[in-house]
């Protein structure tokens, strides 16, 4: 399962149901902070154009699986105006082991920031907002989020 949601997003219906043949669940929670580059943040808005993300989304999942050992990989990111404290992207990875869903996890959400067009755009305390290029944390030590 992988989509984006103009809803917030659920925790629990993204774990789904648990499957026998694994033993590990990796679960990331993207959320909205109140900071970025030592800008105080009010709030984020997400944007995509829709066909071509969940494409991408889609094609993320299913290298994935051909990548790591691991049975489940979902993916939901959400669409429109958060606050501070929303869930921004929700990844959970299912394997047998958890150094492949672990491993699966991390990759998937990397090539996220790096190939899905989901844009960004910052609103600041100060009453000014601005969109933010793509970053990937997995090039370099500085930390970017998305």
């Not at 600041?124 to 998305?146: C, F, K, M, Q, V």
Request: hydrophobic share 40%; net charge negative; with cysteine.
């Amino acid at each position: 399962m992988q989509h984006l949601d103009d809803q917030p997003l659920d925790l629990a219906q993204a774990f789904g149901n648990p499957r026998e043949d694994c033993g590990a669940t990796v679960a990331f929670v993207g959320t909205v902070r109140n900071h970025h580059a030592g800008q105080p943040v009010e709030g984020l808005e997400y944007s995509a154009h829709r066909p071509s993300a969940e494409a991408e989304l889609a094609r993320i999942c299913a290298e994935a699986r051909e990548k790591f050992a691991i049975a489940e990989l979902r993916i939901i990111h959400r669409l429109g105006d958060l606050t501070l404290g929303d869930s921004a992207v929700l990844l959970v990875c299912q394997a047998a082991h958890r150094e492949a869903a672990f491993d699966a996890a991390r990759w998937a959400l990397e090539t996220l920031k790096q190939r899905v067009p989901i844009f960004k755009k910052e609103h600041y305390r100060d009453g000014h907002s601005e969109w933010l290029d793509g970053h990937s944390i997995a090039t370099d030590n500085t930390p970017h989020d998305r």
